[in-house]
Nanobody, 122 residues
């Protein structure tokens, strides 16, 4: 059984930084895409960053502040988030895919973590 477990998040001051981590178990994603999504109430889950075989995808509006990284040996994916604003408040989800050809496509992701809340507020 494949499981993705996120950690990190919580309450962050505006202008601050936060780091999320996700560890996969049950299968190796070392040569497969892993990604981060986020979702706010009443809105669709949005792909914000993805990485596969060294290639990366970022949502354009976030590419200067958010950075995705992988540790294939540990089967983890991380998300560093900088200069956070209240608009970054959301539930952040880790995801994995078996389709290396579409790592930039949100529909390719079939494995999901439970989500972790990030709240940016003073």
């Amino acid at each position: 059984q494949v499981q993705l477990v996120e950690s990190g998040g919580g309450l962050v001051q505006p202008g601050g930084s936060a780091s999320l981590s996700c560890t996969a178990s049950g299968r190796s994603f070392s040569n497969l895409p892993m990604a981060w999504f986020r979702q706010t109430p009443g809105k669709e889950r949005v792909l914000i960053a993805a990485m596969s075989r060294g290639s990366t995808y970022y949502l354009d509006s976030l590419r200067t502040r958010f950075f995705i990284s992988r540790d294939n040996a540990e089967n983890t994916v991380n998300l560093q988030m900088n200069s956070l604003t209240p608009e970054d408040t959301a539930v952040y989800y880790c995801a994995g895919s078996t389709d290396d050809n579409r790592f930039y496509d949100s529909r390719a992701y079939t494995y999901w973590g439970q989500g972790t809340q990030v709240t940016v507020s003073s």
